[in-house]
């Protein structure tokens, strides 16, 4: 746009300064030839007729007239090229005064990679995780030993997400998710080398858990850099959820059906090809940028410097405490139908209700209301989510069991508008690692609800558990809010924190 304007208004400046230039220079000898260029410029219709000898100094005085006045001259002559600057227009459409939706979302080329390689990743991680279970019995027809494959991937998740969270700022996104797949393939890829020992494939499956919050914490710092901040970043977010829990149910599905089709070593052979994939896409749709904080120091300390920042704590908490609560109906759905007598099937009922619920309150939550109102709903979604689990104190049937789990899934959407105030209060350069120990956190907190339920139900009647966890969680959500109001936290747009 400048360059048009520049050499507009030069150009146009040239045009009409060389028939005016001669007039001023010769005595009244001249004036006549210039005579005739000067009517054009001057748009005067009396001077022509006074062309004698005397006239001539007063017309050869109209060039500088135009000359007094070049500043709107020359902008309106110029104009007419610099109407093309309009195309500066397509600016205003960059920010969609629209609600976005999540087809908003796909148009965009580089997250539809990001999109197709999650997608990869996490179906080889759940089969994985299933066929190395059956690997581990396989070899040792021990419970236990098969139970800790699933058990052991949480403390993991805890160290790689605060020892090596500086690594999502410190270096390229893309080579860290790169590299990222690239470990897990090679992790996987060893455990279907047959002299491998149980205890080894243990330390794998450690390994992989270790690197996968690195991962996740760096890819969402990257959809706000390919997104942006903004609702098209939230709603990004809510996809890529939905996809997880989308794939834990499907994967659990394909890696039963795998499993009988080839065995565990072969299907955990498929799973290293889904990440080599993955890290494909990521090298080639992803774009190279440089690394947020190059000089950024690592270990403990600045991990959990993260967490100085009253607002980052309060609303880091918030992630972290509404799942340790979660996850107790689906670590005692098993004990709880066994109570009530019920089938396999109602079993399966119960540990697919609330992930059900999350996405249908995801999708309708991201299609259905603005950014304004999620995030108005965050505080209200929050308590009202664990109310369903009340109705647990009176013993209900499956039916109604699973319709509470599902309600309280919906309430899930209260993470859409998390996720904005979470985006928007931390700082650009630390974004990676926030974001890295925020989903450490979450996987851990899950894995220590799953053993406090369990334990709690050694001495409780498993409704009494979930009930319980259902009053607590208000509880200790309502506290978290009253912290972050306190700390003075105002959503993006909004004079106070609403809801609270």
Known sequence: MPPTDTPGTTDTTDTAEPPSAPAPRPPAAVPAPPAAPTP???????????????????????????????????????????APAAPAAPAAPAIPAAPAGYLDVLRVREFRWVFAAH???????????????????????????????????FVPHLLGGTLLAGLADRYPPRRVLVVCDLVCAGCVALMVVPATPVAALLALRCAVAAVAPVFQGTRMATLADVLGEGDLFVLGRSLLRIVAQS?????????????????????????????????LLLRLGTAARPARAPEAREGLGATWGVLRDRRVRALMLLFWVPPFFVVVPEALATPYAGDLGASTAALGLLMCAMPLGTVAGELLAGS?????????????????????????ALRPGVAPAALALVLAGAAGAYTLGLDAWFVAAVPEGRRGRAMTLMTAGMMTVQGLGMAGAGLAAEFLPVHAVVAGAGVLAVLCVALLLAELRASGFRPKGETELTGI
């Open 40 to 82: 054009p410029a001057s748009a005067v219709p009396g001077p022509p007729a006074f062309s004698a000898v005397p006239p001539a100094p007063p017309v050869s005085k109209l060039p500088p007239v135009s000359e007094v006045f070049p500043a709107p001259a020359a902008p309106q002559v110029s104009e007419v090229p610099a």
């Open 119 to 153: 997608l990869l990743s996490i179906l080889g991680l759940v089969v994985s995780e299933i066929a190395l279970t059956v690997l581990v019995y396989d070899l040792t027809r021990s419970p236990l030993l098969s139970s800790l494959t699933f058990a052991v991937g």
């Open 247 to 279: 794939s834990l149910l499907a994967g659990f599905g394909l890696g039963g059906v795998l499993l009988t089709l080839v065995p565990a070593r072969g299907a955990i052979a498929l799973t290293a090809g889904t990440f080599l994939l993955s890290a």
């Open 368 to 392: 259905l209301l603005g950014p304004a109102v999620r995030s108005r709903l965050v505080a209200p979604l929050l308590l009202a989510g664990f109310l369903p689990f009340l109705l647990y």
